[in-house]
């Protein structure tokens, strides 16, 4: 089962959270920015509740920076930085978590970044640092003492019970340290503070962005936080229910199976936006029946299937998301016109025409360690009453830990924060609705759209995939509307960004501040932005 579980991911990658790659290059914030002095170790005071085991200061050339672990990568044209380490550890955990700091040795742009991770990997690899110290920021990640993003061994402890100091740090503990250490290294190192502070991320990154926001306002002036995994304590486990489906009616539809159903559904509802340009602008108002595919034909590696009324039912079930023996709705599905291939993932057939499911490692990960505390569990026995089960007792162990999902953010709207997400309703591992539900429950809190929009704005990108405007599905400059909006006073009212519609080919879009959507003038190239406009949603 872990060999299927670790082929899926690797077939996905950037499926897990590319490693994100920060934009938007600052001039500087005055023409004096200081130059760093020279890149020796420091004396620091340890944050609240941590002490300080080492610090280190190298000197690093430059160059290619190649990133580390599971996601690769790498990034050129890095100036000569400064590379300072410190590792920090807790009474209650025995841990030693790395906080890096990457400081340029000339042409800082008097700016400090903050780094999130991916997947179980609370940290950068190394290939966004880079990219932030080219564009002139001094940048900060931490490790949180635990893996790289497929690593979970640092899950359970000796007894075979979850590591609480661990995952701490990696749900919001290390952050906020990280926040606290980087700005204390880039004011020794600079003799100054930096004028501005932001912290950007996607998937689990976001996450960490938002927990920011939630429980340590005053850490960050702004924060660029994408397709956040946020309600983590839910969504990891409904994401396992593509999985459950499939086993649970013993109905494995094949790759081009799948993809059949996603393109007859971006086709039937392609208008919904007011004109024909291959994205689904609202998949929620989809109502496409995947039974309409029943007895169609598709060629799959060679071989011609035919769609049953059992591949349908399947994909029906997907598409809707988890629900109790008893029909209450318990989370939003895939998405329609995701790849559902991404948590409906299958291998095979095999010499005997067997296929089995193939689930994708975090939600698998989750449920294998953190709820049954058994790493050889296996997720393909899960029963629909079982899988409601595992839901609640996430949300009951949890949702306090990690959730992230704690819509008071009066916190960070009284020390002048401003957070800025985009989404891709398309995403593929975290079901979009889950922000969009978070960002209307902020709505209720906090006295409505126009007043959260002083501080907090959201925009859904469609066709786009999980975190796919980093450039794997499209590109948006996020962290150049924020800097603009902290720094200027500018809130963006769109977010302009470059999409990939269904046929491949490249569109320009001003993707709409939510709750507003996107709706065709009624004439103009369908391709170009200025042919669509903002407008308040339907009411029905």
Not at 418 to 434: M, N, S, V
Not at 527 to 536: E, N
């Amino acid at each position: 089962m872990k060999k299927h579980i670790l082929t899926v991911l690797a077939a996905g990658v950037p499926l897990a959270a590319a490693v994100y790659l920060p934009t938007a290059s600052a001039a500087p914030l005055n023409s004096t920015a200081s130059a760093p002095s020279p890149c020796t170790s420091m004396s620091l005071k340890a944050p609240a509740g941590a002490e300080v085991e080492s610090v280190t200061a190298v000197r690093r050339p430059g160059g290619t920076v190649n990133g580390t672990g599971f996601l690769g990568g790498s990034v050129s044209g890095v100036p000569a930085y400064c590379e300072v380490t410190v590792t920090l550890t807790h009474p209650d955990g025995g841990d030693h978590a790395k906080v890096q700091t990457w400081l340029p040795e000339s042409g800082w742009n008097g700016r400090f970044q903050a780094l999130g991770g991916s997947a179980y990997a609370a940290g950068d690899n190394g290939v966004g640092m880079g990219a932030a110290v080219k564009n002139g920021y001094a940048v900060t990640t931490t490790d949180a003492g635990v893996g790289d993003v497929v690593d979970v061994s640092w899950a359970l402890n000796g007894n075979g019970q979850v590591d609480r100091a661990k995952l701490k740090n990696f749900a919001s503990r290390s952050q906020h340290e990280a926040a606290v250490v980087g700005k204390e290294v880039v004011a020794s190192v600079y003799a100054e503070r930096a004028s501005y502070s932001y912290f950007t991320g996607c998937s689990t990154g976001g996450r960490q962005g938002y927990m920011e926001a939630q429980r340590y306002p005053d850490d960050y002036d702004g924060i660029l936080a994408d397709a956040p995994a946020i309600n983590w304590d839910e969504f990891e486990v409904a994401t396992l229910w593509p999985q459950v489906v499939m086993n649970n009616e013993k109905t494995y539809p094949a790759d081009c199976e799948l993809d059949a159903f996603t393109t007859a559904a971006v086709k039937a509802c392609d208008r919904l936006d007011g004109v024909k340009d291959g994205l689904v602008n609202d998949p929620e108002k989809c109502t496409f029946d995947p039974r309409r595919l029943i007895g169609t034909k598709v060629v799959c590696k060679g071989r011609e299937l035919t769609i049953t009324a059992a591949d349908a039912a399947v994909v029906r079930k997907i598409w809707d998301g988890p629900r109790t023996a008893s029909g209450t709705k318990l989370w939003s599905g895939v998405p329609v016109g995701a790849d559902l291939k991404g948590l409906a993932a299958t291998t095979g057939p095999d010499a005997d025409g067997n296929v089995e499911g193939a689930p994708f490692a975090v939600p698998a990960f989750w449920v294998s360690y953190w709820l049954k505390k058994d790493p050889a569990f296996d997720v393909s026995t899960i029963t629909y009453s079982r899988f409601t089960q595992l839901f609640k007792q996430s949300q009951a162990e949890f949702d306090e830990v990690i959730g992230t999902d704690d819509p008071d953010l009066s916190g960070f709207r009284a020390s002048g924060g401003k957070l800025l997400t985009w989404h891709g309703q398309a995403d593929q591992y975290i079901p979009t609705q889950g922000t969009v539900a978070y960002r209307d429950q902020v709505e209720r809190t906090m006295g409505g759209s126009k007043k959260v929009d002083d501080f907090y704005r959201l925009f859904l990108a469609p066709g786009t995939n999980h975190c796919g405007l980093n450039g794997s599905d499209g590109t948006a400059d996020g962290l150049a509307a924020l800097t603009k909006w902290v720094e200027q006073g500018k809130a963006p009212r769109v977010l302009p960004a470059t999409l990939v519609n269904d046929e491949g080919a490249q569109v320009s879009r001003d993707l709409c501040s939510y709750p507003q959507v996107s709706r065709y003038d009624g004439h103009g190239d369908p391709a170009v932005a200025s042919s669509f406009r903002c407008t308040a949603p339907p009411r029905h």
